[in-house]
């Protein structure tokens, strides 16, 4: 038997753990020969381990060495590396305008500078559509303020394009990104960051956040837009967000958009309690009922670019099977067309099938 060791994303039912696995707090969860299954995975997932050391018996098909990781494959490049510089330079300088809004650093909150610095960093991206593939390769920071506005912030940019919006706009949406979650400063840290589920007090206390971060910057010279952005990204259209609980007519677009942007990052992200979901199980719960609480004139152009942007992905299947998403169903954009060694799954019809990982 060959040992290896593979991303949680690799494992296959039947591969035998070559050595004990243990938790960051180093508490073992998995004893050595545990043969792999479901089970196995899920728990590996929950306590957020990466990898892990594998026995792989004769009769497992493995992944072939050309499909194991496009991503992978990616974070090796010079285009990626120059992303991730601009990346990382872009979170510190985001960190210090919001360090200095609240008054702990002498910084100030220049929002030219901060549009420049976006502006470099989609440069690094080909297009639209590279964006979702450069931060693919980010998913393992875990930090819920500010990468997870930078993300929302590119996403954001992306989607500027799909809607066709003007220059002006455009620029005035990422601003309106970076800075929908600024509330998010005022909530202890200790909350923010909590790696187990919130209490019911909790949950209140961070539902505060965009009436705070809204009070933070009302005073300032900021398009009303920006200002709709930060306090409303949580309303929903169906009246079951927050913090007034307001409709579809009562939500500006700008609230709209992000809400997309935010919810499909926060879903997608690692976080230090649990690893983020498959994009295309986030485009399932937005088809199950989005079309209920955003609005579908973004929710449809957002989810059919959104799949797109994962054609040619290397992906696991529920049946262990690696392959190739080569065509989307417009039907169904979650569940795609999958190209496993010239074998076509049509996962629309074969409905015991769905894509578990994207690698």
């Known amino acids: 038997m060959n040992i290896l060791t593979l991303h949680i994303s690799q494992l296959l039912p039947g591969m035998i753990l070559a050595e004990d696995v243990f938790t960051p707090r180093n508490e073992r969860i998995l004893s050595r020969n545990t043969i792999i299954s479901p089970k196995t995975i899920a728990k590996l997932k929950f306590n957020s381990i990466k990898e892990v050391m594998v026995y792989i018996p004769k009769d497992i098909v493995q992944v072939p060495s050309s499909m194991e990781s496009k991503t992978a494959e990616l974070k090796n490049t010079t285009e990626f590396k120059k992303f991730k510089k601009f990346y990382m330079e872009s979170i510190e300088l985001l960190k210090e305008s919001f360090m200095g809004l609240m008054g702990f650093s ?5 929002t030219e500078q901060l549009l420049h610095s976006v502006s470099s960093l989609l440069k ?11 931060l693919q390769c980010m998913k393992e920071y875990d930090d819920i303020v500010y990468v997870h506005s930078m993300n929302v912030t590119l996403i954001c940019a992306s989607f500027a394009s799909w809607l066709n919006l003007s220059q002006a706009d455009m ?3 990422l ?10 400063l005022k ?48 309303e929903r259209c169906d009246g079951s967000g927050y913090p007034r609980q307001l409709t579809s007519k009562e939500i500006t677009s700008f ?19 649990r690893n983020g979901i498959c994009a295309f199980d986030v485009i399932q719960k ?26 040619n992905s290397t992906v696991q299947l529920s049946n262990s099977l690696v392959g190739e998403v080569v065509m989307i169903n417009e039907q169904a954009l979650s569940r795609p067309i999958v190209n496993v060694n010239n074998h076509f799954y049509d996962l629309s019809k074969e409905k015991d099938l769905h894509i578990v990982s994207v690698l």
Do not use: W
């Not at 009070?215 to 398009?223: E, R, S």
């Not at 609230?255 to 309690?273: E, G």
């Not at 670019?305 to 054609?311: G, N, R």
């Open 124 to 134: 690094e991206c080909r297009n639209s559509f590279r964006t979702f593939d450069m």
């Open 175 to 184: 601003l309106a990104a970076i800075l929908h979650d600024i509330g998010k």
């Open 106 to 110: 002498n910084s100030q909150l220049n």
């Open 255 to 273: 609230p709209k958009i992000i809400a997309i942007a935010d919810v499909f990052d926060a879903m997608t992200t690692n976080r230090s309690y």
């Open 171 to 173: 620029q005035q949406l």
């Open 286 to 311: 937005f088809e199950e009922d989005g079309y209920q609480k955003y609005d579908v004139a973004y929710l449809i152009p957002f989810l059919k670019s959104l799949a797109l942007a994962y054609i």
């Open 187 to 234: 909530i202890p840290y200790d909350i923010i960051h909590k790696p187990t589920a919130l209490t019911d007090q909790e949950f209140k206390t961070i539902r505060q956040h965009p009436m705070l971060g809204y009070n933070m910057v009302k005073d300032m010279d900021l398009d009303h837009r920006i200002l709709d952005a930060i306090l409303m990204h949580h």
